[in-house]
């Protein structure tokens, strides 16, 4: 356990519909960052959270959002949901921005 | 042409054998990560580097910030090692947000 939670471990879905990924950082964390591995295009960063603000964006789609709350979790909302968001979905946290990276262990989604 | 470039590719070796993994970047960087990924997904960070060298048990990783290059060492190579290996740099400039390499799929052989 790297101390990154990311639930659902899996999901799958129809176009169309939305879901919503979940990330609890490793205790201590601050900083939250969600990436994107697909097939045809690696890993992409999306966005990232310091302490509850939004501090980076990425290649991150507009039906794509995300925020981090109070307790530090994060939540990746996907919506409108298209074949081609089918991907690995990576949380990452660190304690500052700049320091050591902890991953989770990603939410495969498949679109169908 | 991409920020972070890794060679090779793919990496087939006999166990035992000393492996190399080169990095080379284009952009000033804060540090360097070297990452592991098994076929299960799951993205291990092997070392944060922002000079010279770093060891841990069978893994060194060195990097020379004049020439923008890094290289991960396995040695004594194992079946065990097999996995994506991924070359990653952040920067202030960017909020440290992770620049990746396509990464180096390594097979080591019984």
């Known amino acids: 356990d790297s101390g990154v939670t990311q639930t659902p471990k899996h999901l799958i879905t129809a176009t169309g519909q939305r879901v919503t990924l979940r990330c609890s950082p490793r205790?201590?964390?601050?900083?939250v960052y969600w990436y994107q591995q697909s097939l045809d295009q690696g890993l992409q960063f999306l966005i990232q959270?310091?302490?509850?603000?939004?501090?980076a964006k990425g290649n991150i789609l507009e039906r794509f959002s995300a925020q981090q709350f109070p307790d530090l979790h994060s939540e990746l909302n996907l919506s409108s949901l298209e074949l081609g968001d089918s991907a690995l979905y990576f949380c990452?946290?660190?304690?500052?921005?700049?320091?050591?990276?902890?991953f989770g262990s990603g939410t495969r989604l498949t679109v169908v | 042409k991409n920020e972070v470039e890794q060679s090779p590719q793919n990496l087939t070796a006999q166990e035992g054998e000393f492996i190399t993994i080169n990095c080379s970047y284009s952009?000033?960087?804060?540090?360097l990560h070297w990452l592991q990924q098994h076929p299960g997904g799951g993205i291990v960070s092997l070392f944060m580097l922002s000079s010279g060298k770093k060891k841990h048990g069978r893994l060194i990783a060195t990097i020379n910030i004049q020439e923008k290059h890094s290289s991960l060492h396995i040695t004594a190579s194992h079946p065990r090692d097999s996995a994506v290996y991924i070359c990653a740099v952040s920067s202030m400039d960017s909020n440290y947000q992770l620049i990746w390499g396509a990464g180096t799929k390594l097979i080591i052989k019984p």
């Open positions: 952009v000033g960087i804060s540090a």
């Open positions: 990452a946290s660190s304690p500052v921005a700049g320091a050591g990276y902890t």
């Open positions: 959270y310091y302490n509850g603000e939004e501090r």
């Open positions: 205790s201590g964390d601050l900083s």
